[in-house]
């Protein structure tokens, strides 16, 4: 029998025909394996430890097993020595009998064929987040029982469109098992995004193809491991959005299913008065200030980049899992540096999403190194820019805000990240799975969340959407082009900016969710890309293809490090500002809303002698009208040549000398070759 390689006491592990478990539980008094059809066995305390171990003879993959766990009474205990309880390190979990969650032996074996985790250096990376049941459950080009499933998700089809959009990686909303909240399910509703995990090693069974589920946990695993060899053949990563901040077992009135009744009063947050200290908004808060809840963590990162060959993992709300045992925010707190450090999660990336709901939670900038962080401050003032103000700019005449913002956001943010970590410390966005999609971002001015059953009271109110004055559909020409230009103008900053790019599933595709910015129990009405033949997603489509081809083919606008003034910094773009009139920018051109042009010159600094000088122009015009900028004319530069524009119909063969005038119809981004 395979014995799993994952390097801990803990768990099932089949070996030798039967199976050898251990549990850490510092409060029980008494635990029990129950292995289904099979027998039980009473586990052992190991002297002045936490663990608890046994094993039992004549067990197989397949078989469904539970604990059963009983300690003290007590406000911060909830044992009952008849609950069935899930095992925390599971490999497999299925529904078992009474509608109950069971645990599932394994056998981890996988003919992974050769092949080998992608490399892909940072400042090539392009990720595309998305929702393993949602991407491809109307792509009519994958078979009808493989659509939004695992095996869909590798699907050729799938496969050749994320690498036309030029995707190095590709980061899957929560794939490990998850239930949804009590509330959704007595309203006849479920969760769509995963965020509510019922396990850390398994794979969420609903994901896989039918006959898969069918076959069992093992084939389930084995679909899931599929998809990541066929994705690694075609050059892709896979990343896994993970939730160890929280559990499915919610607050202190939730459905017990593992560690509250395995050891509660050491793997959850408490306050003094005994409830549970929050800072999730979910419930509860895994404690990692405990070794025990920290070593589940680094185990199922271990297995899951191990055993299952990710290539790395998206913390969700990962501030609560960097706070004390006082619950206050700790940069250096022992779990990050256990992350960033262990020999077995070296080749993984680390992406921080830099904030929670707790005390002084939103802290993005302060992850240090080996971690690339979510940065909502560009997907704000991305926003803002081309969206908000532009609006403003139609009401009153003047936008709100200079151009100053912008340029930091394009330079890749240095006030967040610092001189010693350099611009691919943050990952670049302007949507994500939660908030409105592209197109709604310019087709609605507020959220549309009748469908979530919360009276619209949930989704944020702070979007900086622009409807470009229509809510919702319309088939007036000006306004649908001006949707368009503003999402180009959106795409084009995103690709354009130094840092991490991210791309939302179907926004290539001008996906909308109808306003709804919450989408969280909408399924199959609402959030599925849409894959019908479509002009205007197709020209989105390509437009994201021309955007990552350009971004690729010159390093100047992917630097590695941020540039020292009066040094030569390998990896850094040097970068020189122009005014509309071609001359050096000046404090009134930066400050003052009604100058909202920047022609930003940057050059790539080589990081040895064989690598090609790279030089760009990239011209930004924040306003409503039209306005003529002169090309700058620096003493080493005779001709540009348009490389990408975000108006249509530019004339990219026209070659244009130094200092000559380049119209600007309105908002937009344009990016010019140096002849």
């Known amino acids: 029998m395979h014995e799993t390689a994952i390097d801990t006491a803990q768990g099932l592990r089949l070996v030798d025909g039967g199976a050898r478990f251990g549990l850490r539980s510092a409060t029980a008094t008494a635990a029990t394996l129950v292995v289904d059809g099979r027998g039980a066995v009473a586990l052992e305390r190991v002297p002045d430890s936490d663990l608890w171990t046994g094993t039992l003879d004549d067990v197989h ?213 005994d409830t549970y200290y929050d800072t999730t908004g979910c419930g509860n808060t895994l404690d990692t200030s405990v070794d025990a809840a920290a070593d589940l963590v680094l185990d199922s990162l271990r297995y899951w980049a191990r055993e299952v060959q990710v290539d790395g993992f998206r913390f969700d709300l990962m501030a609560s899992l960097a706070r004390d045992a006082e619950h206050v925010f700790d940069p250096a707190h022992p779990v990050l540096d256990r992350i960033r450090t262990d020999p077995d999660l070296q080749d993984v990336l680390v992406i921080a999403e830099p904030w929670d709901v707790g005390p002084d939670g939103w802290r993005t900038g302060h992850f240090g190194a080996r971690t690339t962080e979510w940065n909502d401050g560009f997907r704000n003032t991305v926003r803002q820019f081309w969206l908000t103000d532009i609006a403003q700019e139609r009401r009153t005449g003047v936008p709100g805000a200079g151009i100053g913002a912008l340029a930091g956001a394009l330079t890749g943010s240095r006030h967040l990240f610092g001189v010693d970590r350099g611009p691919l410390s943050g990952v670049n966005f302007v949507t994500a799975h939660d908030g409105f999609t592209l197109h709604d971002l310019t087709a609605y001015d507020r959220k549309h969340n009748a469908a979530n059953g919360e009276d619209d009271r949930d989704g944020s109110d702070d979007n900086r959407s622009f409807n470009h004055g229509v809510e919702g559909p319309t088939e007036d020409r000006g306004v649908r082009a001006a949707r368009g230009r503003s999402m180009r103008n959106l795409l084009g900053t995103l690709f354009l900016s130094a840092g991490v790019p991210m791309l939302t599933a179907g926004d290539e595709r001008s996906r909308t969710q109808h306003g709804n910015n919450n989408a969280y129990v909408v399924t199959e009405d609402l959030t599925p890309v849409d894959w019908s033949d479509d002009e205007d997603a197709e020209s989105m489509t390509e437009t994201v293809a021309a955007l990552t081809r350009l971004r690729a083919a010159h390093p100047a606008l992917r630097p590695d490090r941020y540039g020292v003034d009066g040094q030569t910094t390998p990896g850094a773009s040097r970068m020189r500002w122009y005014g509309p009139d071609g001359g050096p920018m000046t404090g009134e051109w930066w400050d003052q809303p009604i100058h909202r042009a920047v022609q930003w010159f940057v050059a790539s600094t080589p990081h040895d002698d064989d690598e090609p000088d790279d030089r760009v122009l990239v011209v930004v015009h924040g306003s409503g009208r039209t306005r003529d900028l002169t090309l700058p004319a620096p003493d080493d530069v005779t001709a540009y040549r348009l490389a990408w524009s975000s108006e249509k119909h530019r004339d990219h063969e026209r070659l244009r000398p130094a200092g000559t005038v380049f119209t600007a119809y309105g908002p937009g981004i344009h990016v010019f070759a140096i002849v």
């Open 61 to 273: 993959p397949g078989d469904t097993y539970h604990l059963l766990v009983d300690g003290p009474v007590g406000s911060r205990y909830d044992f009952d020595a008849d609950r069935p309880l899930l095992d925390p390190y599971a490999r497999g979990i299925t529904r078992g009998t009474a509608s109950r969650w069971t645990s599932v032996a394994v056998d981890d074996a996988f003919d992974w064929g050769g092949s080998t985790k992608p490399v892909v250096p940072l400042d090539r990376a392009v990720v595309y987040e998305a929702n393993v049941r949602t991407l491809t459950s109307a792509n009519h080009a994958v078979p009808e029982h493989l659509r939004g499933t695992y095996a869909g998700v590798a699907h050729e089809s799938t496969i050749r469109h994320l690498q036309r959009l030029g995707v190095t990686t590709i980061e899957l909303l929560p794939v490990h098992a998850f239930d949804s909240e009590r509330w959704l399910q007595e309203a006849g509703r479920e969760n769509a995004w995963g965020y509510n995990t019922l396990g850390f090693f398994a794979p969420h069974a609903a994901h896989a193809s039918e006959p898969a589920r069918h076959a069992g946990a093992q084939a389930v695993l084995r679909e899931f491991k599929g998809m990541v060899r066929l994705l690694h053949e075609a050059g892709i990563q896979v990343v896994l959005d993970v939730v160890f901040n929280h559990t499915a077992e919610e607050g202190l009135r939730g459905p017990t299913s593992s560690l509250r009744g395995i050891d509660g009063a050491n793997r959850y947050r408490w306050a003094p008065d």
